[in-house]
Protein backbone atom coordinates (compact mmCIF):
# COMPACT_ATOMS: atom_id res chain seq x y z
CA UNK A 1 0.00 0.00 0.00
CA UNK A 2 1.14 3.68 -1.00
CA UNK A 3 1.68 5.70 2.29
CA UNK A 4 -0.42 8.29 2.64
CA UNK A 5 0.76 11.74 2.56
CA UNK A 6 -0.99 14.66 5.18
CA UNK A 7 1.16 17.46 4.44
CA UNK A 8 -0.26 19.20 7.96
CA UNK A 9 1.85 16.49 9.73
CA UNK A 10 4.70 17.04 11.08
CA UNK A 11 6.78 13.38 10.82
CA UNK A 12 9.31 12.29 13.43
CA UNK A 13 9.16 14.39 16.84
CA UNK A 14 5.41 15.46 17.94
CA UNK A 15 5.00 15.19 21.16
CA UNK A 16 3.65 18.18 22.25
CA UNK A 17 1.94 18.62 19.24
CA UNK A 18 0.04 15.40 19.11
CA UNK A 19 -0.91 16.22 23.24
CA UNK A 20 -2.59 19.61 21.91
CA UNK A 21 -3.83 18.15 19.16
CA UNK A 22 -5.62 15.91 21.08
CA UNK A 23 -6.77 18.06 24.08
CA UNK A 24 -7.97 20.47 21.15
CA UNK A 25 -10.48 17.61 19.79
CA UNK A 26 -11.55 16.08 23.50
CA UNK A 27 -11.61 19.38 25.52
CA UNK A 28 -10.65 18.07 29.25
CA UNK A 29 -10.86 20.70 31.36
CA UNK A 30 -7.34 20.83 33.45
CA UNK A 31 -8.46 20.46 37.45
CA UNK A 32 -6.23 24.08 38.52
CA UNK A 33 -4.89 23.27 42.36
CA UNK A 34 -2.91 25.98 44.60
CA UNK A 35 0.08 24.85 45.80
CA UNK A 36 1.44 25.46 49.34
CA UNK A 37 3.71 28.21 50.39
CA UNK A 38 7.44 27.76 50.96
CA UNK A 39 8.01 27.13 54.86
CA UNK A 40 10.15 29.65 56.66
CA UNK A 41 13.52 28.45 58.42
CA UNK A 42 15.40 31.62 60.37
CA UNK A 43 17.65 29.98 61.70
CA UNK A 44 21.54 28.49 60.06
CA UNK A 45 20.95 25.11 59.49
CA UNK A 46 24.05 22.42 60.11
CA UNK A 47 23.46 19.35 58.16
CA UNK A 48 26.01 16.86 60.48
CA UNK A 49 27.96 13.43 60.15
CA UNK A 50 27.16 13.10 56.67
CA UNK A 51 29.09 11.45 53.73
CA UNK A 52 28.99 14.19 51.33
CA UNK A 53 29.33 14.06 47.30
CA UNK A 54 29.71 17.41 46.42
CA UNK A 55 30.08 16.51 42.58
CA UNK A 56 32.89 18.90 41.74
CA UNK A 57 35.36 16.51 40.94
CA UNK A 58 34.82 12.07 39.95
CA UNK A 59 33.45 9.84 42.66
CA UNK A 60 34.87 12.43 45.21
CA UNK A 61 33.21 11.92 48.98
CA UNK A 62 33.98 14.08 52.09
CA UNK A 63 33.18 11.93 54.88
CA UNK A 64 31.83 12.97 58.43
CA UNK A 65 31.09 16.53 56.88
CA UNK A 66 28.64 19.02 57.40
CA UNK A 67 27.17 21.37 55.30
CA UNK A 68 26.04 24.27 57.04
CA UNK A 69 23.21 26.50 55.31
CA UNK A 70 22.03 30.09 55.94
CA UNK A 71 18.80 30.92 54.07
CA UNK A 72 18.90 29.66 50.65
CA UNK A 73 22.68 29.51 50.58
CA UNK A 74 25.13 27.10 50.94
CA UNK A 75 28.22 29.08 53.11
CA UNK A 76 30.53 25.64 54.18
CA UNK A 77 31.13 22.15 53.63
CA UNK A 78 34.13 20.46 55.21
CA UNK A 79 34.72 19.11 58.53
CA UNK A 80 35.62 21.63 60.66
CA UNK A 81 32.90 21.56 63.35
CA UNK A 82 33.88 24.53 65.22
CA UNK A 83 32.43 26.90 61.95
CA UNK A 84 28.84 25.62 63.74
CA UNK A 85 27.10 28.72 65.16
CA UNK A 86 26.07 27.96 68.64
CA UNK A 87 22.39 29.10 67.67
CA UNK A 88 22.20 26.60 64.18
CA UNK A 89 19.62 23.82 63.83
CA UNK A 90 21.33 20.55 64.18
CA UNK A 91 20.54 18.11 61.70
CA UNK A 92 22.13 15.00 62.35
CA UNK A 93 22.61 13.08 59.12
CA UNK A 94 24.79 9.75 60.48
CA UNK A 95 24.67 7.38 58.34
CA UNK A 96 23.41 9.37 55.61
CA UNK A 97 25.16 10.99 52.14
CA UNK A 98 24.15 13.71 50.85
CA UNK A 99 24.10 14.98 47.41
CA UNK A 100 22.86 18.37 45.28
CA UNK A 101 19.15 18.16 44.53
CA UNK A 102 18.39 16.55 40.88
CA UNK A 103 17.69 18.45 37.93
CA UNK A 104 15.35 17.34 35.17
CA UNK A 105 16.63 19.05 31.86
CA UNK A 106 13.58 18.79 29.73
CA UNK A 107 9.59 18.89 31.17
CA UNK A 108 6.52 20.16 30.72
CA UNK A 109 4.58 21.84 33.15
CA UNK A 110 0.80 21.55 31.26
CA UNK A 111 -1.94 19.65 32.27
CA UNK A 112 -0.98 18.26 35.64
CA UNK A 113 -0.92 20.94 38.95
CA UNK A 114 0.78 18.44 40.87
CA UNK A 115 3.91 17.80 39.00
CA UNK A 116 5.53 20.67 41.09
CA UNK A 117 4.98 18.73 44.40
CA UNK A 118 5.72 15.28 42.53
CA UNK A 119 9.21 16.62 41.33
CA UNK A 120 10.27 17.43 45.34
CA UNK A 121 9.15 14.41 46.03
CA UNK A 122 11.27 12.71 44.08
CA UNK A 123 13.94 14.68 45.00
CA UNK A 124 14.07 16.60 41.69
CA UNK A 125 14.59 20.65 42.43
CA UNK A 126 15.61 22.12 39.62
CA UNK A 127 13.46 21.84 36.16
CA UNK A 128 13.89 23.34 32.59
CA UNK A 129 9.90 23.76 31.30
CA UNK A 130 10.90 23.37 27.60
CA UNK A 131 7.99 25.16 26.35
CA UNK A 132 6.09 27.97 27.69
CA UNK A 133 2.18 29.43 27.04
CA UNK A 134 2.06 31.73 24.51
CA UNK A 135 -0.38 35.29 25.10
CA UNK A 136 -2.89 33.67 24.20
CA UNK A 137 -2.84 30.27 25.94
CA UNK A 138 -2.09 31.95 29.32
CA UNK A 139 -6.08 31.66 30.00
CA UNK A 140 -6.42 28.32 28.00
CA UNK A 141 -8.53 25.72 30.26
CA UNK A 142 -6.32 22.84 29.28
CA UNK A 143 -3.81 23.72 31.18
CA UNK A 144 -3.27 23.56 34.76
CA UNK A 145 -0.91 26.18 34.61
CA UNK A 146 -1.08 29.79 32.96
CA UNK A 147 1.75 32.39 33.20
CA UNK A 148 4.81 30.32 33.09
CA UNK A 149 7.22 33.54 33.29
CA UNK A 150 5.06 34.53 36.46
CA UNK A 151 5.11 30.61 37.62
CA UNK A 152 9.13 30.73 37.14
CA UNK A 153 9.04 34.67 39.34
CA UNK A 154 7.02 33.62 41.93
CA UNK A 155 9.42 30.69 42.29
CA UNK A 156 11.74 33.17 42.90
CA UNK A 157 10.05 35.51 45.46
CA UNK A 158 9.79 32.47 47.52
CA UNK A 159 6.14 32.15 47.33
CA UNK A 160 5.22 28.98 46.23
CA UNK A 161 6.66 25.41 47.26
CA UNK A 162 8.40 24.01 44.02
CA UNK A 163 11.47 23.51 41.96
CA UNK A 164 12.85 26.28 40.62
CA UNK A 165 11.91 26.70 37.21
CA UNK A 166 14.09 27.82 33.87
CA UNK A 167 12.04 28.08 31.35
CA UNK A 168 12.28 27.99 27.23
CA UNK A 169 9.97 30.12 25.47
CA UNK A 170 7.18 29.35 23.07
CA UNK A 171 7.65 26.91 20.43
CA UNK A 172 8.82 28.08 16.93
CA UNK A 173 8.02 26.50 13.54
CA UNK A 174 6.22 27.22 10.38
CA UNK A 175 2.32 25.88 10.88
CA UNK A 176 -0.68 27.14 9.95
CA UNK A 177 -4.59 25.83 9.66
CA UNK A 178 -5.75 22.99 11.34
CA UNK A 179 -3.43 21.56 13.73
CA UNK A 180 -2.05 25.09 14.71
CA UNK A 181 -2.35 25.43 18.29
CA UNK A 182 -1.59 29.12 19.22
CA UNK A 183 -1.49 28.22 23.03
CA UNK A 184 1.97 26.77 22.70
CA UNK A 185 3.16 28.04 19.17
CA UNK A 186 4.45 30.51 16.86
CA UNK A 187 4.16 30.82 13.80
CA UNK A 188 8.12 31.67 12.59
CA UNK A 189 8.21 31.06 9.08
CA UNK A 190 11.20 33.38 7.59
CA UNK A 191 14.34 35.31 8.26
CA UNK A 192 12.08 38.21 9.54
CA UNK A 193 10.07 36.45 11.26
CA UNK A 194 12.36 34.53 13.11
CA UNK A 195 14.60 37.65 14.18
CA UNK A 196 11.60 39.36 15.70
CA UNK A 197 10.71 36.60 17.55
CA UNK A 198 14.55 36.13 19.07
CA UNK A 199 14.06 39.75 19.95
CA UNK A 200 10.76 39.28 21.68
CA UNK A 201 11.57 36.67 23.68
CA UNK A 202 15.06 37.95 24.97
CA UNK A 203 12.53 41.06 26.20
CA UNK A 204 10.51 38.99 27.97
CA UNK A 205 12.66 37.39 29.54
CA UNK A 206 12.30 33.69 28.72
CA UNK A 207 15.73 31.55 29.59
CA UNK A 208 16.61 29.43 26.10
CA UNK A 209 14.84 29.80 22.83
CA UNK A 210 12.69 27.00 21.65
CA UNK A 211 12.88 25.55 18.34
CA UNK A 212 10.65 22.87 16.12
CA UNK A 213 10.74 20.64 13.24
CA UNK A 214 9.32 22.86 10.58
CA UNK A 215 11.23 25.72 11.59
CA UNK A 216 12.19 26.98 7.80
CA UNK A 217 16.33 27.15 7.36
CA UNK A 218 16.05 31.18 6.41
CA UNK A 219 14.51 31.21 9.96
CA UNK A 220 16.92 28.74 11.69
CA UNK A 221 20.42 30.59 10.30
CA UNK A 222 18.87 34.23 11.72
CA UNK A 223 17.15 32.93 14.51
CA UNK A 224 21.20 31.07 15.88
CA UNK A 225 22.84 34.49 15.28
CA UNK A 226 20.64 36.99 16.53
CA UNK A 227 20.16 34.18 20.04
CA UNK A 228 24.22 34.60 20.19
CA UNK A 229 24.24 38.27 20.44
CA UNK A 230 21.94 38.63 23.39
CA UNK A 231 23.12 35.12 24.93
CA UNK A 232 20.03 33.49 24.11
CA UNK A 233 20.85 29.32 24.16
CA UNK A 234 19.46 28.32 20.91
CA UNK A 235 17.34 24.78 22.22
CA UNK A 236 15.02 22.01 21.36
CA UNK A 237 14.49 19.90 17.71
CA UNK A 238 16.60 20.26 15.09
CA UNK A 239 14.66 20.98 12.14
CA UNK A 240 13.75 19.21 9.20
CA UNK A 241 15.49 21.50 7.01
CA UNK A 242 18.50 21.78 8.93
CA UNK A 243 21.21 18.91 8.68
CA UNK A 244 22.63 17.41 12.08
CA UNK A 245 25.77 17.80 10.62
CA UNK A 246 25.41 21.39 10.05
CA UNK A 247 24.40 22.02 13.25
CA UNK A 248 27.62 20.15 14.37
CA UNK A 249 29.81 21.60 12.22
CA UNK A 250 28.30 25.38 13.38
CA UNK A 251 27.56 24.57 17.27
CA UNK A 252 24.79 26.56 16.21
CA UNK A 253 22.26 24.94 18.81
CA UNK A 254 23.15 24.40 22.48
CA UNK A 255 20.93 21.55 23.16
CA UNK A 256 19.56 18.88 21.04
CA UNK A 257 16.50 17.53 22.51
CA UNK A 258 15.39 13.77 21.96
CA UNK A 259 17.98 12.70 19.82
CA UNK A 260 16.65 14.94 17.02
CA UNK A 261 18.88 14.74 14.73
CA UNK A 262 19.94 11.49 15.02
CA UNK A 263 17.24 9.61 14.62
CA UNK A 264 13.76 9.27 13.31
CA UNK A 265 11.60 7.91 16.50
CA UNK A 266 8.73 6.86 14.33
CA UNK A 267 11.30 4.80 12.17
CA UNK A 268 14.91 4.57 11.49
CA UNK A 269 18.27 5.66 12.59
CA UNK A 270 19.05 9.11 10.03
CA UNK A 271 22.98 7.78 9.51
CA UNK A 272 23.74 4.03 9.60
CA UNK A 273 25.18 2.27 12.55
CA UNK A 274 28.58 2.30 11.20
CA UNK A 275 28.78 6.40 11.42
CA UNK A 276 27.60 6.40 14.92
CA UNK A 277 31.08 6.88 16.62
CA UNK A 278 32.02 9.34 13.87
CA UNK A 279 29.10 11.78 14.56
CA UNK A 280 29.36 11.38 18.37
CA UNK A 281 32.86 12.48 18.40
CA UNK A 282 32.18 15.53 15.91
CA UNK A 283 29.20 15.95 18.65
CA UNK A 284 31.56 16.25 21.64
CA UNK A 285 34.23 18.20 20.09
CA UNK A 286 31.04 20.59 18.70
CA UNK A 287 30.16 20.75 23.06
CA UNK A 288 26.59 20.69 22.02
CA UNK A 289 24.34 18.88 24.51
CA UNK A 290 22.17 16.09 24.43
CA UNK A 291 19.31 15.62 26.36
CA UNK A 292 18.04 11.95 24.93
CA UNK A 293 14.78 11.68 27.01
CA UNK A 294 14.97 7.81 26.50
CA UNK A 295 11.84 7.93 28.98
CA UNK A 296 8.86 8.95 26.93
CA UNK A 297 10.38 7.17 23.36
CA UNK A 298 9.41 3.53 26.22
CA UNK A 299 6.31 5.16 27.05
CA UNK A 300 4.84 5.55 23.45
CA UNK A 301 3.21 2.43 23.25
CA UNK A 302 0.35 0.29 22.10
CA UNK A 303 -2.84 1.41 23.01
CA UNK A 304 -3.24 -1.85 25.07
CA UNK A 305 -0.58 -1.51 27.46
CA UNK A 306 -1.35 2.55 27.80
CA UNK A 307 -2.35 1.20 31.32
CA UNK A 308 1.06 -0.66 32.19
CA UNK A 309 2.28 3.34 33.66
CA UNK A 310 -0.37 1.99 36.88
CA UNK A 311 2.60 -0.41 38.39
CA UNK A 312 4.35 2.98 39.32
CA UNK A 313 2.50 4.44 42.64
CA UNK A 314 3.41 8.38 41.63
CA UNK A 315 0.60 7.58 39.23
CA UNK A 316 -1.75 8.17 41.60
CA UNK A 317 -1.09 11.70 41.45
CA UNK A 318 -1.91 12.18 38.21
CA UNK A 319 -5.18 13.93 37.55
CA UNK A 320 -8.05 12.15 35.06
CA UNK A 321 -7.92 14.86 32.26
CA UNK A 322 -4.29 14.96 32.23
CA UNK A 323 -4.97 10.71 32.01
CA UNK A 324 -7.18 11.27 28.70
CA UNK A 325 -4.77 13.36 27.12
CA UNK A 326 -2.35 10.80 27.39
CA UNK A 327 -4.58 7.41 26.35
CA UNK A 328 -5.48 10.01 23.33
CA UNK A 329 -2.45 10.66 22.22
CA UNK A 330 -1.05 7.72 22.55
CA UNK A 331 -3.50 5.95 20.45
CA UNK A 332 -3.39 8.69 17.69
CA UNK A 333 0.29 7.30 17.25
CA UNK A 334 -0.86 4.35 16.53
CA UNK A 335 -3.23 5.04 14.14
CA UNK A 336 -1.14 7.03 12.59
CA UNK A 337 1.27 3.69 11.76
CA UNK A 338 -1.92 1.94 10.99
CA UNK A 339 -2.92 4.58 8.43
CA UNK A 340 0.79 4.21 6.91
CA UNK A 341 1.36 7.77 7.37
CA UNK A 342 4.69 9.02 5.48
CA UNK A 343 7.02 9.02 8.32
CA UNK A 344 5.33 6.65 10.87
CA UNK A 345 6.46 3.18 10.52
CA UNK A 346 6.79 1.86 13.67
CA UNK A 347 6.15 3.35 17.72
CA UNK A 348 9.45 4.54 19.58
CA UNK A 349 9.52 1.33 21.76
CA UNK A 350 9.57 -1.19 19.62
CA UNK A 351 13.06 -0.10 18.22
CA UNK A 352 14.20 1.28 21.88
CA UNK A 353 17.50 -0.86 21.04
CA UNK A 354 18.33 2.45 17.88
CA UNK A 355 18.21 4.70 20.79
CA UNK A 356 20.35 3.10 22.88
CA UNK A 357 23.10 2.77 20.46
CA UNK A 358 23.00 6.26 20.21
CA UNK A 359 23.32 6.77 23.81
CA UNK A 360 25.86 4.44 24.10
CA UNK A 361 28.14 6.25 21.13
CA UNK A 362 27.61 9.38 23.21
CA UNK A 363 28.94 8.19 25.86
CA UNK A 364 31.62 6.54 24.75
CA UNK A 365 32.84 9.96 23.03
CA UNK A 366 31.95 11.97 26.55
CA UNK A 367 29.88 13.96 24.33
CA UNK A 368 27.76 16.26 26.90
CA UNK A 369 24.62 14.40 28.29
CA UNK A 370 22.22 15.89 30.81
CA UNK A 371 19.28 14.04 32.14
CA UNK A 372 15.56 14.87 31.18
CA UNK A 373 12.64 12.87 30.55
CA UNK A 374 9.85 15.16 28.61
CA UNK A 375 7.68 14.37 31.81
CA UNK A 376 4.38 15.39 31.32
CA UNK A 377 3.63 14.17 28.15
CA UNK A 378 2.80 10.50 27.38
CA UNK A 379 2.69 8.28 30.35
CA UNK A 380 5.97 10.05 31.85
CA UNK A 381 5.00 10.85 35.22
CA UNK A 382 6.85 14.00 37.00
CA UNK A 383 10.12 12.94 39.48
CA UNK A 384 10.02 9.09 39.32
CA UNK A 385 11.12 8.83 35.50
CA UNK A 386 13.98 10.75 36.13
CA UNK A 387 15.22 8.05 38.50
CA UNK A 388 14.59 5.66 35.41
CA UNK A 389 16.10 7.91 33.08
CA UNK A 390 19.81 7.78 35.43
CA UNK A 391 19.46 4.21 35.62
CA UNK A 392 19.13 3.97 31.63
CA UNK A 393 21.59 6.08 32.05
CA UNK A 394 24.36 3.83 33.97
CA UNK A 395 23.19 0.16 31.92
CA UNK A 396 24.29 2.42 28.59
CA UNK A 397 27.65 2.69 30.15
CA UNK A 398 27.76 6.00 32.38
CA UNK A 399 29.01 5.07 36.15
CA UNK A 400 26.62 6.21 38.99
CA UNK A 401 29.02 9.28 39.11
CA UNK A 402 28.41 10.07 35.45
CA UNK A 403 24.55 9.53 35.77
CA UNK A 404 24.48 11.90 39.43
CA UNK A 405 26.54 14.34 37.41
CA UNK A 406 23.80 14.19 34.26
CA UNK A 407 21.53 15.29 36.43
CA UNK A 408 23.37 17.69 39.09
CA UNK A 409 26.44 19.39 37.99
CA UNK A 410 26.81 18.78 34.27
CA UNK A 411 22.55 20.03 34.24
CA UNK A 412 23.25 22.83 35.64
CA UNK A 413 25.87 23.70 32.89
CA UNK A 414 23.48 22.29 30.32
CA UNK A 415 21.52 25.05 31.64
CA UNK A 416 23.71 27.50 32.40
CA UNK A 417 23.23 27.84 35.80
CA UNK A 418 26.32 25.86 37.46
CA UNK A 419 26.79 29.24 39.28
CA UNK A 420 23.93 28.68 40.95
CA UNK A 421 22.88 25.20 41.60
CA UNK A 422 24.12 21.28 40.51
CA UNK A 423 27.33 20.75 43.16
CA UNK A 424 27.55 21.53 46.77
CA UNK A 425 29.99 24.05 47.20
CA UNK A 426 30.04 27.06 49.66
CA UNK A 427 27.95 30.03 47.59
CA UNK A 428 25.45 27.70 45.68
CA UNK A 429 21.78 27.39 46.49
CA UNK A 430 21.22 25.37 49.09
CA UNK A 431 19.12 22.56 47.16
CA UNK A 432 19.98 19.25 48.65
CA UNK A 433 19.23 15.72 49.11
CA UNK A 434 19.84 13.12 52.00
CA UNK A 435 19.75 9.89 51.03
CA UNK A 436 19.97 6.53 52.81
CA UNK A 437 22.78 4.35 50.97
CA UNK A 438 25.45 5.55 48.46
CA UNK A 439 24.38 6.80 45.08
CA UNK A 440 28.14 6.51 43.73
CA UNK A 441 27.84 2.71 44.61
CA UNK A 442 23.97 1.94 42.97
CA UNK A 443 22.10 4.74 41.34
CA UNK A 444 18.90 3.35 42.73
CA UNK A 445 19.85 4.80 46.04
CA UNK A 446 18.98 8.40 45.03
CA UNK A 447 15.30 6.59 44.96
CA UNK A 448 15.26 6.51 49.03
CA UNK A 449 15.42 9.84 50.00
CA UNK A 450 14.97 11.10 53.64
CA UNK A 451 14.79 14.71 53.23
CA UNK A 452 14.29 17.29 50.05
CA UNK A 453 15.93 20.40 50.78
CA UNK A 454 14.42 23.30 48.32
CA UNK A 455 15.08 26.62 48.41
CA UNK A 456 16.94 25.94 51.95
CA UNK A 457 14.18 24.85 53.32
CA UNK A 458 14.22 20.85 54.64
CA UNK A 459 11.37 18.47 54.05
CA UNK A 460 11.08 14.85 54.39
CA UNK A 461 9.67 13.25 51.95
CA UNK A 462 6.69 11.86 53.69
CA UNK A 463 5.70 15.30 54.31
CA UNK A 464 5.92 15.64 50.84
CA UNK A 465 3.97 12.56 49.85
CA UNK A 466 1.00 14.04 52.84
CA UNK A 467 0.93 17.23 50.72
CA UNK A 468 -0.14 15.31 47.60
CA UNK A 469 -2.35 13.01 49.38
CA UNK A 470 -4.18 16.24 50.71
CA UNK A 471 -4.47 17.92 47.10
CA UNK A 472 -5.05 14.97 45.34
CA UNK A 473 -7.81 14.06 47.14
CA UNK A 474 -9.61 17.39 47.16
CA UNK A 475 -8.66 18.21 43.62
CA UNK A 476 -8.64 14.59 41.90
CA UNK A 477 -11.42 12.82 43.13
Known sequence: MTRRKYKNFVCGSVLVFMLLMTSCFSGPRAVRVELPKIRQVHATQAFVHASVVPMTEPDTVIDDAIVIVEGQTIVYVGTDYGRIPLTANIIDCSGKWIVPGLADAHVHLLFNALDPLLFLANGVTSVRNMASLTDSGCDDARFAFSDHLEFRDSIRRGEVLSPWVYQASPIHEARTGKYFDRALYVNT???????????????KG???FKIYNKLPSSAF?????????????VVGHVPHEV????????????????????????GKMKFSPSRLDEIA??????????????????????????????????????????????????????????????????LPSDHMEDFELIVEALIEAKAPIAAGTDSGTLNVVAGT?????????????????EALAASTVHAAECLRRADEFGSIQAGLRADLLVLSGNPLEDITQLRDINLVVVQ??????????????????????
Not at 243 to 266: A, C, K, Q, R, W
Open 206 to 208: FDY
Open 189 to 203: NSAQAGKEMVQEAYE
Open 456 to 477: GVPYAQSELTDMLDQLASANYR
Open 281 to 346: YRTAEAGIWNVPTLEVWKHIVAPEHIDAIDTDPWTRYISTPNRKIWSGSIKSFSNLIKKQVEGYAM
Open 385 to 401: SLHRELEALVELGMTPW
Open 243 to 266: SLESVLDSSSMHSIEHLTGYINPF
Open 221 to 233: SIIVREAEELGLP
